[in-house]
């Protein structure tokens, strides 16, 4: 057994769990099924409002379209995020592997697949009405809205998978946590489109377009 691997079997705790998670493909996995999730409760919804209007096979192309597409926008800016947060880790001294990151990062992401996967149950359970079970449970409500406790649960994931990359302080791995999360906020505000603005015309969101989704509030 190399010194590595024993000294990550040495670290208990949530640092020492993301430490061993070092396959970039099961990261970006959990990524990639976190934004189709979030599409998807857009697909259930979008087709809804779309049932009573003719020209249904070319709306419904065009929903699954803009889905792939959506996920796939998702997808790209938690790369950049996760580059961003690499380059300024490397620059406060840290030292670690951009493979290895790239799976803590995607695992750090696990709160916000099982955010898509209550989206989806939302809009499942949305009633004509527009009103839907989940949304009178205060419990789940704070899971749903726009900067809730699963956004901040990744964040802090985020920053953990940041300490047992690179070797940072929590302070260190906090600024570079929240160099990509400044960066995208200023861009959203100045009012370039990326992914949450073109669904709810508000800041930033990673998964914007599912009723949960990594969002942060904008103006």
């Given at each position: 057994?190399?010194?590595?691997?024993?000294?990550?079997?040495?670290?208990?705790?949530?640092?020492?769990?993301?430490?061993?998670?070092?396959?970039?493909?099961?990261?970006?996995?959990?990524?990639?099924v976190?934004?189709?999730?979030?599409?998807?409760?857009?697909i259930?919804?979008?087709?809804?409002?779309?049932?009573g209007?003719?020209?249904?096979?070319?709306?419904?192309?065009?929903?699954?379209?803009?889905?792939?597409?959506?996920?796939?926008?998702?997808?790209?800016f938690?790369?950049?995020?996760?580059?961003?947060?690499?380059?300024?880790?490397?620059?406060?001294?840290?030292?670690?592997?951009?493979?290895?990151?790239?799976?803590?990062?995607?695992f750090?992401?696990?709160p916000?697949?099982?955010?898509?996967?209550?989206?989806?149950?939302?809009?499942?359970?949305?009633?004509?009405?527009?009103?839907?079970?989940?949304?009178?449970?205060?419990?789940?409500?704070?899971?749903?809205?726009?900067?809730?406790?699963?956004?901040?649960?990744?964040?802090?994931?985020?920053?953990?998978?940041?300490?047992?990359n690179?070797?940072?302080s929590?302070?260190?791995?906090?600024?570079?946590?929240?160099?990509?999360?400044?960066?995208?906020?200023?861009?959203?505000?100045?009012?370039?489109?990326?992914?949450?603005?073109?669904?709810a015309?508000?800041?930033?969101?990673?998964?914007p377009?599912?009723?949960?989704?990594?969002?942060?509030?904008?103006?």
């Open positions: 057994m190399s010194k590595t691997v024993e000294a990550t079997h040495g670290i208990s705790g949530i640092k020492g769990w993301l430490q061993r998670r070092t396959s970039p493909w099961k990261g970006i996995g959990i990524v990639v976190a934004a189709l999730l979030s599409e998807t409760a857009v259930i919804r979008s087709e809804r409002a779309a049932s209007f003719s020209g249904g096979a070319t709306a419904g192309a065009v929903i699954y379209i803009t889905a792939v597409l959506g996920a796939v926008i998702s997808i790209i938690w790369a950049i995020s996760t580059l961003l947060t690499h380059g300024t880790s490397r620059l406060l001294r840290g030292r670690g592997s951009l493979k290895h990151f790239f799976a803590r990062n995607g750090a992401y696990l916000i697949l099982l955010q898509g996967l209550l989206s989806i149950a939302d809009v499942s359970l949305t009633s004509g009405t527009g009103t839907s079970p989940l949304a009178s449970q205060p419990e789940l409500e704070m899971l749903l809205t726009q900067f809730n406790l699963l956004n901040l649960a990744a964040i802090v994931l985020s920053g953990i998978a940041v300490t047992a690179y070797g940072l929590r302070k260190r791995a906090a600024v570079a946590v929240l160099v990509p999360v400044v960066i995208f906020l200023a861009l959203g505000f100045l009012g370039i489109p990326l992914g949450g603005g073109r669904a015309g508000r800041g930033f969101s990673l998964f377009r599912g009723l949960g989704g990594f969002r942060f509030p904008g103006g």
